[in-house]
């Protein structure tokens, strides 16, 4: 007689054991897995974000377009709002308080002031709440987080071109002749835009895990911006008439929008010489550009996986 043989059901213990992490790390490399959301290298980052360039470039140009889609003036708004600005100041530090005396050719000083520091000032704003204010598209996509407060940064630069314009107008009513040395606003400008690129994504990043940093923002960057010589000359305040101690001035000075507001002075009032400049100042602009810029990429792209998360 054959004799049928029948293999017993498994039992518990001998249901294959489960592969230790060592073993499915080795698997996914195998496969060429990685882990979904996980932080690039440094290098890779910055491939990725130079990649994304176009994407930058239209995102900004699409914001700065709708910013005043529903006003009847639209992007007239883009010249008036910097300009009213600066007519608000003037009426208030020139003429009542003064802020004048002594100065050549003020409403080119306090223009070109007010212009600058904007431009800083609504590229960090912008920057604190890049991420905070647009999880739906953090979610959605995968793309370097690194791309919102950059792309938010060259829109303010784009705006900043408008108000360029209406400035070159205002020079030329108020006596200021074009010259050379209106060339030197060009780097002065992109050593500013990597200063406000940098800082941008540094409050992005602490936007993104304090929401209500962006309500603080605003007094912090009246208090900066009182400091920072914009209605007035920081060259005559802290002169040797002026009774402040010795040391204020050169800590006035190394304020990173003091050094860039100087120099656009520098480079397109003719009554604005090098003798009101602080010393060294195209290297202390170099400087803030590379610490900011760089530091703050750093920054920001630790916390790479954490954005929209929570």
């Not at 239209?58 to 003036?73: G, M, R, V, W």
């Not at 030329?172 to 074009?178: E, I, N, Y």
Request: glycine share 8%; proline share 7%.
């Amino acid at each position: 007689m054959s004799q049928v043989l029948h293999t017993p059901p498994p039992t518990p213990d001998a249901v294959a054991p489960v592969p230790a992490d060592h073993d499915l790390a080795a698997l996914a490399a195998r496969h060429g897995l990685s882990v979904s959301g996980a932080r690039p290298s440094l290098p890779e980052y910055v491939r990725q974000l130079w990649a994304r360039r176009h994407f930058i470039t239209a995102f900004a140009t699409a914001k700065l377009t709708a910013q005043y889609s529903q006003a009847k003036l639209g992007q007239v708004w883009q010249v008036m709002t910097p300009l009213l600005n600066a007519a608000v100041y003037y009426f208030i530090f020139g003429m009542l308080m003064n802020t004048s005396r002594g100065v050549e050719d003020f409403v080119p000083f306090l223009v070109t002031g007010v212009f600058v520091w904007t431009f800083t000032q609504s590229s960090i704003m912008a920057g604190t709440k890049a991420v905070s204010g647009n999880l739906g598209l953090v979610r959605a996509l995968h793309f370097p987080r690194a791309a919102l407060p950059v792309s938010f940064c060259l829109q303010q630069l784009q705006q900043l071109m408008f108000s360029m314009a209406a400035l070159v107008v205002i020079l030329l009513a108020f006596g200021v002749p074009p010259a050379p040395s209106w060339v030197l606003a060009v780097p002065a400008l992109v050593l500013q835009f990597v200063f406000n690129a940098g800082v941008a994504l540094i409050m992005a990043r602490v936007g993104s895990k304090i929401p209500d940093m962006a309500q603080l923002m605003p007094f912090l960057l009246r208090t900066w911006m009182y400091g920072s010589g914009v209605m007035f000359s920081i060259h005559h305040m802290t002169g040797p008439d002026s009774g402040l101690p010795s040391w204020v001035g050169p800590l006035l000075q190394v304020n990173p929008a003091v050094v860039y507001i100087d120099l656009m002075r520098f480079a397109l009032i003719d009554s604005f010489g090098g003798g009101m400049l602080p010393d060294h100042v195209w290297a202390m602009a170099a400087g803030w550009a590379l610490v900011a810029g760089i530091g703050g990429f750093i920054y920001f792209w630790k916390a790479e996986e954490t954005y929209g998360r929570g």
